[in-house]
């Protein structure tokens, strides 16, 4: 069965830093496309970036850029997201989830999630 | 990267139709047939429903279904159940291994 599994909860203050992963098993980790998803309280999802666990090619939406760091090891089949220094608008659940193979475009399956709250 | 507009919230009775709409732009659904529906419930991951604009993964009932033209994007629930009661949201490549994700439609069953 492909899952992809997720740290638990973090709180931390504003100005820290902070890794989150994703360890994907199942299937060839090397192979697929890992995206990252922001939910922020009561809001809809937004897409942050994705990389390439095989040559840890990575991309960002724009808005994200500077602001996080996807990054992976594939000797561990995992995928992180991480923070230089939290803002308190950083708190949200952040989901993991595989891109589709091939031709297809789609993300699936999906972590479960992880809630990050950055609070003082 | 704006996001693509959906409806805020539509509702049906049980039995019936709804649609909810994904607009966007000619940089990402209108350029592109990889346009993604995800079912939310509260509290939970999202779920994959239709991808490449309608196609069905396993395991997902002919009741959802897919569509575009243009620059919008469709889905449609045929047959209305209890358990359809989620938030739904549309997806679009933008190239170069970018995505948008849609504002997001409730779906209420009456």
């Known amino acids: 069965e492909v899952q992809l599994v997720q740290s638990g909860a973090e709180v931390k203050k504003p100005g820290e830093s902070l890794r989150i992963s994703c360890k994907g098993s199942?299937?060839?980790?090397?192979?697929?496309?890992i995206g990252w998803v922001r939910q922020m309280p009561g809001k809809g999802l937004e897409w942050m970036g994705i990389?390439?666990?095989?040559?840890?090619?990575?991309r960002y939406n724009p808005s994200f850029q500077g602001r996080v760091t996807i990054s992976a090891d594939k000797s561990i089949s995992t995928a992180y997201l991480q923070w230089g220094s939290l803002k308190a608008s950083d708190t949200a659940i952040y989901y993991c989830?595989?891109?589709?193979?091939?031709?297809?475009?789609?993300?699936?399956?999906w972590g479960q999630g992880t809630l990050v709250t950055a609070s003082s | 990267q704006s996001a693509l507009t959906q409806p805020r919230s539509v509702s049906g009775s049980p039995g019936q139709s709804v649609t909810i709409s994904c607009t966007g732009t000619s940089s990402d659904v209108g350029n592109y047939n990889f346009v993604s529906w995800y079912q939310q419930h509260p509290g939970k991951a999202p779920k994959l429903i239709i991808y490449d604009v309608n196609k069905w993964p396993s395991g997902v009932p002919d009741r959802f279904s897919g569509s575009k033209s243009g620059t919008t994007a469709s889905l449609t629930i045929s047959g209305l159940q209890a358990e359809d009661e989620a938030d739904y949201y549309c997806c679009s490549y933008a190239g170069t291994f970018t995505y948008v994700f849609g504002s997001g439609t409730k779906v209420t069953v009456l």
């Open positions: 989830a595989r891109r589709g193979y091939g031709s297809s475009e789609w993300f699936g399956p």
């Open positions: 199942g299937y060839t980790f090397t192979n697929y496309w």
């Open positions: 990389i390439y666990p095989g040559d840890s090619d990575s």
